[in-house]
């Protein structure tokens, strides 16, 4: 991290975890835990929770994610939830791109681009996920594969809007396998993202840009991993969801 240049942000990527009572209790547990945090503190919940999400942390440090959002404002795209539904809910930030939707249901970088900029169009703030597979890691192509995914995710995205959208490096290999990157892969992977948003948008929206590592981040190796540089926060899954691990994490970017 470098608080000096940019924000430190912890976001819990729920999944497809927690009903609404279960998601009451989380939130409500979390509370106190989180109350003094020195950096950003996020719950992306799943769609059906996020009314009950938001109240929870109504008048607290803690806000509400979604997981995805659709490109169109309206219109016959069965099971979708536009960007436009999320901010009238009073929910400012949303996930796009994350690999379970590229693995599983056929997100590609060109609908991750439409959904980030539909996103942001709504006044949305963005978590963009890219990140290599294992495969690809081991071709050394995971350079090639960030930066492919980050140029076309942020296509047509604005100097400005960049302001909005926060990135989150995300091995695919280290997502919910207890396998994290060592401290000097996350570190370097992130560096070499920020680079390529240099080329994009020059130094000074490279050096304020957010960006996350995500992989089995959990309390025991937060620490060393936010001390790296680049590191500028986490995108948790399975650690967020048991309020004391999540808040250790928070404690671990909170360090000045
Ligand atoms: P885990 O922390 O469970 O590995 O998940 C990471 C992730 O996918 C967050 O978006």
């Not at 719950?43 to 509400?64: H, S, Y």
């Not at 050394?140 to 930066?147: H, K, M, P």
Request: net charge negative; aromatic share 6%.
């Amino acid at each position: 991290m470098n608080k000096s240049l940019r924000k430190a942000v912890i976001a819990g990527n729920w999944k497809m975890n927690k009903n609404r009572a279960e998601a009451k209790a989380l939130i409500a547990e979390l509370v106190p835990l989180v109350s003094e945090a020195g950096c950003d503190v996020i719950c992306c919940v799943p769609f059906t929770d996020l009314e009950t999400a938001r109240k929870a942390a109504d008048g607290t440090n803690i806000k509400i994610g979604a997981q995805n959002c659709h490109w169109a404002e309206n219109g016959a795209f069965t099971a979708e939830i536009s960007a436009g539904m999320l901010k009238e809910m009073g929910v400012p930030y949303v996930i796009i791109g994350h690999s379970e939707r590229r693995q599983y249901f056929g997100e590609a970088d060109e609908t991750v681009n439409k959904r980030v900029r539909a996103a942001l169009d709504a006044g949305l703030t963005v978590i963009l996920c890219v990140g290599e597979l294992l495969s690809q890691r081991e071709q050394n192509i995971t350079g090639e594969i960030c930066a492919m995914q980050t140029k076309i995710a942020l296509q047509g995205v604005s100097k400005d809007a960049l302001k909005n959208i926060i990135i989150a490096y995300e091995p695919v290999w280290a997502i919910g396998t207890g396998k994290t990157a060592t401290s000097e892969q996350a570190g370097e992977a992130n560096g070499f993202i920020r680079g390529v948003v240099e080329d994009l948008y020059g130094k000074d929206a490279a050096n304020a840009i957010t960006i996350q590592y995500g992989g089995s981040m959990n309390a025991k190796n937060a620490e060393e991993l936010l001390d790296q540089e680049h590191v500028d926060g986490g995108l948790i899954g399975g650690a967020s969801l048991k309020a004391p691990d999540f808040a250790a994490i928070v404690k671990a970017a909170s360090r000045p």
